[in-house]
Every structure is written in C-alpha cells, then in structure tokens.
C-alpha cells in the first residue's frame, strides 16, 4: 500500500521537490525538432513547473528562463537573430548559453552584460526530439538504446498531452495485463493494411492478428526483473501446450518505456512532467526492417493529436469521445481505435493525481510495485548523494512473437538476434 507521503514524494516534480530532483539528473525531451523547422524558431515550453523559451540559432539550439532577467518581459516573444535571442523590452541579447552579450539601451561602454546571465540548460538532438539538462553538474552520456543508434530513415518521433501527472501515465506502459481490455477490439482488420497502428498487425512467426491473441487470450501470465537499465516484463498468453506468445517490454528508468509496436518496430516513449497535474508523452518508432514512412505515421497521429500543441481531440471535456453504441459492438471502451485516447482515459480519469492510497492491486501490478519500489530507493540515494547515473546501455531486446512453449525463454533472445542480424543498421 502507498501511503500519501509517498505519493507526494513521487509525483511532485517542481525545483527543489526529491522527485524532481532525480529527475533532473536525467536528459528529458523539451520538443519536436519538427516543431522549430518554421520560419520563427522560437518556442515558449513549460517543463518540471519552470517556465522556459526554447530557440534556435546558427549555432545550435538555446534554452532558457522565459521571462528576461532585466525586467521580466516575455522572451518568447524576443527576436530571434542568427547568434542569439533579443528582448523585445529593451533589446538585451542572450547567446545560446543564457550569457547576456547585448544590452543597448545602455551608455556607450557600459559592461553591465557582462555580470548578466539567464537559467539555461544544455540542448541535443536525438532521433528527432531535441533533449535538455536540467540537472547539476555534467550531463550523463546518451546509452545507445536502440532508439539512439538507428539512423534517422528509421526512426519517427511525436509527442502527445495528457492532463495528468507524469506517473500514472508512465505506469500505464508498466501494465500489460490491460492490452487485453482497454485496446480490446471486437473485430480483426486486414493486417495488410495495418501499418504505423499497434495491436493490428502479426506477431513475429505468425500468421494471428494481434487482436485476436489479446482478446481471447486474456489471463496473461506476467514475470518481471530487475535489469541494468531498469526493467524488464515478459508477458506470456498460452496459445497452445506447443505455442506461447510472448511480449517482452522494457522500462528505461527513470521515465521512458519500450515496447513492441510490431514484429519490426518498437516504441520507446518518455514521459515528461509539464508540471505536477499535466505532462507530454514523447513517442520513438524505431524499425529494424525498412524505412519509416514518417508521412504516414504522421499524418495518423495528428488526426487525434493535432499540432502546433499536440493536445488531443477528446478527454475530459467530451468523455474522451466516449460511443455508447460502439462499445456494444466494435471496441470495448467505446472510445475509437486510437489507442493512445484508451491510454489517456486511463491516466486522466484518475485525477490529475491519482490517490494511490486508495488502490487495491491485484497480481497483474507486479510492474508497477517493483518500478514505484525502485523510484522510492532512487530518490532516497539521489538525496543522500549516493546515486551515480550510468548509461553504459544498449539494447534492449523488444519482442512480440508466437514461440515453442517449452522453450520460451530461448525463443525470445533468439528472435532478437535474428531480427538485429538481418537488420541494416542493427547487426
């Protein structure tokens, strides 16, 4: 049972908070890189409760506090110039690092921006989302997840809002039993046309359409361990005594998890505390076969996420466009074929906070109790200063195939070897 004190402890994010601070001690996806390809790269993003501008400049990408250090003027709507962004106020000038290198309003000579500079934090780019710092000391290195390493042809990023705390909606990927209810669809669509969708497609040697597995096969057995970057789960649903399917997810701890998205594609998904009651998922498809047809898996997900915000199309506001006359026949929620509106039911309907005190959970949650154990030792080290974050990782296997029943645990590893090897970028 959590008790209040932990939940607060691990739901809190803002500066200073133990949970925040931990956190902070990770990179953590501010944007699209989509999002700052228009003419005015400048954008105002809110992140771990502080208010922040993001832009870009022929150097590369700056970050930092929103509101200028001279009299607080609204700097995302400064002027972006090739070295830097001025205040629209008074013209300061800020280079990428926060460092004021401009006050002109000022006499000649003054030497006033020399003693001037702003809250900023260090900014990459990874796999089309651009990455920032907000810790202490130096930045850890990136692992080499997969994610990371594939080329850009195979990858595609982007990016959802939910009106909920970052941890419910992390805990929603730490969770397989649901697949089986929430995304339970009444009838199989033609696999052939069922790319850039999750749970439409094959699982790897075979020919039965995921949806089906999920739905008749809905008493999963669900193992989980510990591993060097987080988590790992394995959820077996027997088909047969000769055949078991089995997916295999990961959580990336602290905030990200990676599952299958079918037999050559994973998702990696980070989320990200907007502030305590709101948060932005960030979505890496990574292929290990052909390139991404990033037009089309574009152009599906901004039918329900639509930019320049990505804020979806449904929630509280509409019953996250709930259909009581689908639910009878075509999907069990009643609330579309989108699965990323069921997750968001999910999460949003508990409260922005969910009360943890309140739940009662069942053997299905061993995820969730082994991960919130692990987030409670990690931020009690982080306060002590006892935590060293490695990233000297790569991987992980991501797997969602039919196998022999006896020998499961082989099957696994060796589909994920198969499926590296005959990748062109994975081997």
């Known amino acids: 049972?959590?008790?209040?004190?932990?939940?607060?402890?691990?739901?809190?994010?803002?500066?200073?908070?133990?949970?925040?601070?931990?956190?902070?001690?990770?990179?953590?996806?501010?944007?699209?890189?989509?999002?700052?390809?228009?003419?005015?790269?400048?954008?105002?993003?809110?992140?771990?409760?502080?208010?922040?501008?993001?832009?870009?400049?022929?150097?590369?990408?700056?970050?930092?506090?929103?509101?200028?250090?001279?009299?607080?003027?609204?700097?995302?709507?400064?002027?972006?110039?090739?070295?830097?962004?001025?205040?629209?106020?008074?013209?300061?000038?800020f280079d990428g690092g926060g460092k004021c290198v401009e006050t002109p309003a000022e006499p000649e000579g003054s030497r006033l921006c020399e003693h001037i500079k702003t809250v900023s934090y260090p900014v990459v780019e990874k796999s089309g989302i651009l990455f920032a710092y907000l810790g202490e000391g130096a930045a850890p290195a990136f692992p080499a997840f997969d994610c990371f390493v594939a080329p850009d042809a195979y990858t595609f990023a982007f990016k959802g809002y939910w009106d909920c705390n970052w941890l419910q909606a992390l805990e929603v990927g730490i969770d397989p039993a649901h697949a089986s209810w929430l995304h339970k669809y009444f009838e199989d669509e033609d696999t052939a046309g069922s790319y850039g969708k999750q749970f439409r497609g094959v699982p790897s040697d075979s020919d039965l359409p995921i949806s089906k597995v999920l739905r008749e096969y809905d008493r999963p057995e669900i193992r989980v361990e510990r591993?060097?970057?987080?988590?790992?789960?394995?959820?077996?649903?027997?088909?047969?005594?000769?055949?078991?399917?089995?997916?295999?997810?990961?959580?990336?701890?602290?905030?990200?998890?990676v599952i299958p998205m079918n037999a050559e594609m994973t998702i990696t998904q980070f989320h990200v505390p907007v502030d305590d009651t709101g948060c932005y998922w960030y979505s890496i498809f990574t292929s290990f076969g052909g390139p991404v047809d990033k037009q089309t898996m574009r152009e599906q997900r901004l039918r329900?996420?639509?930019?320049?915000?990505?804020?979806?199309?449904?929630?509280?506001h509409d019953g996250w466009g709930f259909d009581a006359d689908e639910q009878k026949s075509k999907t069990f929620t009643g609330m579309g074929f989108d699965i990323n509106i069921h997750d968001q039911f999910a999460c949003e309907s508990q409260g922005v906070i969910a009360d943890r005190t309140k739940e009662n959970l069942g053997s299905t949650d061993k995820g969730i109790v082994l991960y919130r154990r692990m987030l409670l030792d990690f931020i009690k080290k982080n306060e002590a200063g006892q935590l060293t974050v490695n990233s000297e990782f790569s991987g992980p296997p991501t797997i969602d195939g039919i196998g022999p029943t006896e020998k499961i645990d082989e099957y696994w590893k060796s589909a994920d070897e198969k499926r590296r090897r005959q990748s062109k970028w994975a081997a």
């Open 304 to 316: 329900t996420y639509p930019a320049p915000d990505y804020k979806p199309i449904h929630g509280r």
């Open 1 to 93: 049972m959590i008790s209040r004190e932990q939940n607060e402890l691990m739901t809190r994010i803002g500066p200073g908070t133990p949970a925040g601070k931990l956190l902070r001690r990770y990179w953590q996806p501010v944007a699209l890189v989509d999002e700052m390809k228009d003419e005015r790269p400048v954008k105002a993003v809110r992140l771990f409760s502080e208010n922040l501008v993001l832009y870009k400049t022929n150097s590369g990408y700056g970050l930092m506090q929103r509101h200028c250090p001279h009299r607080g003027a609204d700097l995302a709507y400064g002027r972006i110039e090739a070295d830097g962004l001025r205040c629209s106020f008074h013209g300061w000038k």
């Open 227 to 257: 591993a060097e970057f987080g988590m790992r789960l394995q959820t077996l649903r027997k088909i047969s005594d000769a055949q078991t399917h089995i997916r295999v997810t990961n959580i990336l701890f602290p905030q990200a998890f």
